[in-house]
């Protein structure tokens, strides 16, 4: 079998004070991207009651899309684009960043339970001055397989493909396998893959996967292989090889140390490169920046940071 590169997760406080916690695989010192996924954050279930649920105050991004996509609960979303929309379990919402946005993130009175991942897609050189956008589509429940079912939320897979508009070729689908269930996937070998465990445990490609691995592998394969040795959710992401190198810090995306500096301070003098969020009425009127790391921050490439 091909080798598969499995990122156990590390938890990360999200969103400032009384932060939620995520398990993040992506950005890894040994990885950086699947395709042009550059981020993976998983997060739940977490019982609303007693962890306060999400309020995410209007931040800024750059260079990038957000892809939300929930199991269980409800977010709302309002950016500086002038969107305002709901995250639901089968809908996915894509946020193009361009060259600058906010937006704030708030689970809703009646969730009690929260639980999904927050994914960003990194945008080429040539599309990341891009324009705000906002994008929704409800992904319909298809048979993959015996015991196998999904939703494709971007991209296609198994003749089943999602509207959602990227600007390089990826994939993304929630798949769920029954106890003792078989997926053989038609790969293209032009993506790379990877497959997140949400719930359950699978052996993929050979590697065995828990509950928040992300087991990866690289462009090549036309089949690739997911035996579930119980009732098991995943996230299927893929996408060609993104060559180019990038900086990310907080949540900006940038090319060097300078351009984040620069992205850092507009932030907080409130730039209009990232407009404003109206009907935010969470805890905080908008979220600062952390102070910056000593020295210089380094690029990332396909397999980890330069030195």
Same mark, same amino acid.
């Given at each position: 079998?091909?080798? +598969? ?12 004070? $009384?932060?939620?916690? %995520? ?8 990885? *950086? ?17 007693? #962890? ?13 899309? #957000? %892809? ?13 684009? =002038? ?6 379990? =089968? ?14 993130? %708030? ?13 960003? +897609? ?32 971007? =991209? ?5 493909? *999602?509207?959602? &508009? ?6 993304? @689908?929630?798949?769920?396998? @029954?106890? =003792?269930?078989?997926? &053989? ?87 209009? $490169? ?14 600062? @920046? ?14 980890? $940071?330069?030195?």
């Amino acid at each position: 079998m091909t080798q +598969v590169q499995v990122l156990s997760p590390r938890e990360v406080p999200l969103g400032g004070p $009384r932060s939620m916690t %995520v398990r993040r695989t992506l950005p890894h010192r040994d990885r *950086s991207f699947i395709g042009a996924w550059c981020f993976v954050d998983h997060y739940g279930p977490d019982d609303v009651a007693a #962890t306060g649920g999400m309020d995410v105050p209007p931040h800024p991004h750059t260079g990038l899309q #957000t %892809v939300s996509w929930l199991f269980e609960g409800e977010v709302e979303h309002r950016d500086s684009g =002038g969107a305002h929309a709901m995250v639901r379990p =089968g809908e996915v919402n894509l946020m193009t960043s361009g060259r600058g946005i906010a937006h704030s993130e %708030v689970s809703t009175p009646s969730t009690t339970a929260l639980h999904g991942v927050q994914l960003w +897609v990194v945008l080429p050189e040539s599309d990341r001055g891009l324009e705000r956008e906002f994008q929704h589509h409800t992904a319909p429940l298809v048979r993959l397989g015996d015991g196998v079912e999904g939703r494709v939320f971007i =991209g296609s897979l198994a003749g089943h493909t *999602s509207p959602i &508009t990227t600007r390089t070729p990826l994939l993304g @689908a929630e798949v769920t396998l @029954a106890e =003792g269930a078989t997926w &053989t996937i038609a790969a293209d070998a032009a993506y790379e893959h990877g497959l997140l465990i949400d719930s359950g445990k699978v052996t993929f490609n050979g590697s065995v996967l828990e509950r928040g691995d992300l087991g990866i592998v690289d462009a090549g394969l036309t089949e690739l292989t997911v035996v579930a040795a119980e009732p098991t959710r995943v996230v299927l992401l893929g996408g060609t090889p993104y060559d180019e190198a990038i900086v990310m810090w907080w949540n900006f995306i940038g090319r060097d140390h300078d351009e984040i500096v620069a992205f850092r301070d507009e932030w907080q003098s409130r730039s209009e $490169r990232f407009g404003e969020v109206d009907g935010y009425a969470g805890r905080l009127s908008w979220l600062p @920046a952390p102070e910056l790391p000593g020295g210089r921050l380094r690029n990332r490439t396909r397999h980890g $940071r330069m030195s």
